[in-house]
């Protein structure tokens, strides 16, 4: 069942400096199994996703406001970048119809990462997230405008969307899913829904070991990705596989269905870049040592009693997946026969966690 962070301290928690207040949020990435590729309207996925929220990757995000004209700056771990800034402004000015009190209030947004965002893992989704989270509370104090807890997260989830589609999912904890689906009561393409259903105990303790393949820049970027779905010729068999995947994966959390889970999930890894490389232009951002490891752990699935599986997000670095109990032989097989294929060893354990936290 859903498991929201405690609600009592939403709205008072903040702290008062002279004539300015600031709100912090921490909030963590999230690693998509059923991806949301192609979007339409304003930041609307094409097909419902489905993810789990990391614990130990995170942004945490201090907002600090007093009264003003609507100013805006940012630092970015402690540094001012005019790129990260001018995200922000435009962000900000396309939500005022929904805050229409920001334009009262200068902003000062100090947003740090505690992992590098060169790292493949979504970072636009822990800083969305954890500022969406700010901006809510920010509202709570300034208007007095009081909400439940359902609809605090709900609207967060929503604000989210709208600066990064998967940050939607990442205001909530544990297994969330993101668009309409008949299978999800009360889903919406606006926000995202903590999986209702109850998760098998062996996928309660999932683990998500990223291998870093690679540490540049993405040559092509998740927006211009999306954006090549509009006229992709698969598009429409892609949104009703995703609407499959998306179905018999929650039966497959729910009954502990280890093949099922790893089929569905590795078909949507590769399922996503296969999207890439037939879009017009094509693009690859897979490494040949993205495809090494996708092998080494074909073969020692084969080999081992584990059901270690993998998914890729929209880059080169592997996300190994499996469970909590198979993490001693894993943990083997990856110092022994994985490292050797990353960027200087580089590799980032992660798991499955309880969401965002107010700090
Ligand atoms: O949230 P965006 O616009 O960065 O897109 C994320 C897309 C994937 O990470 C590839 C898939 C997903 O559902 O997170």
């Known amino acids: 069942m859903k498991s929201y962070p405690n ?21 963590p990435s999230n690693i998509a199994l059923v991806k949301y590729w192609g979007k339409h309207g304003v930041q609307l996925p094409s097909n419902p996703s489905l993810s789990f929220t990391l614990n130990n990757c995170h942004t945490t995000t201090e907002l600090q406001w007093e009264a003003g004209d609507g100013n805006i700056d940012l630092l970015f771990d402690g540094q001012r970048k005019e790129r990260f800034t001018a995200r922000a402004r435009d962000y900000i000015s396309s939500i005022a119809s929904i805050f229409p009190f920001l334009k009262e209030y200068n902003l000062h947004i100090d947003s740090t990462n505690n992992f590098p965002h060169s ?10 997230s954890s500022l969406a989270l700010c901006l809510c509370s920010m509202e709570y104090e300034v208007t007095g405008k009081t909400l439940t807890e359902e609809e605090f997260y709900q609207k967060a989830s929503n604000i ?11 205001v909530y904890g544990g297994y969330v899913s993101w668009g309409k689906s008949d299978k999800i009561p009360g889903s919406s393409d606006e926000y995202a829904t903590p999986l209702p259903m109850e998760i098998n105990e062996s996928f309660k303790d999932i683990r998500d070991t990223i291998l870093i393949v690679d540490q540049g820049i993405k040559v092509v970027s998740s927006r211009a990705g999306h954006k090549l779905m509009d006229r992709h010729p698969y598009a429409q068999q892609r949104f009703a596989r995703a609407n499959k995947n998306f179905n018999d994966l929650t039966k497959a959390l729910q009954e502990g269905d280890d093949p099922n889970f790893i089929r569905i999930v590795e078909q949507e890894a590769l399922g996503l870049h296969a999207l890439m490389m037939s879009s017009t232009p094509g693009y690859i951002l897979l490494k040949a040592n993205t495809l090494n490891i996708i092998h080494r752990i074909r073969a020692f699935r084969d080999l081992s ?13 592997v996300h190994l997946l499996y469970h909590g109990s198979d993490s001693a032989e894993v943990e083997e097989f990856i110092t022994e026969e994985l490292l050797l294929y990353c960027s200087d060893k580089y590799r980032i354990d992660d798991h499955i966690g309880n969401g965002p936290e107010k700090v």
């Open 160 to 170: 989210a969307r709208l600066g990064s589609g998967s940050a939607a999912r990442s």
């Open 305 to 317: 009693c584990t059901t270690l599986c993998f998914t890729l997000d929209a880059g080169p670095n």
């Open 119 to 128: 790292a493949g893992i979504a970072s636009s989704a822990s800083a969305m």
């Open 7 to 27: 609600i009592r301290h939403l709205g008072s928690d903040f702290k008062k400096l002279n004539n300015m207040n600031k709100i912090s949020w921490q909030s």
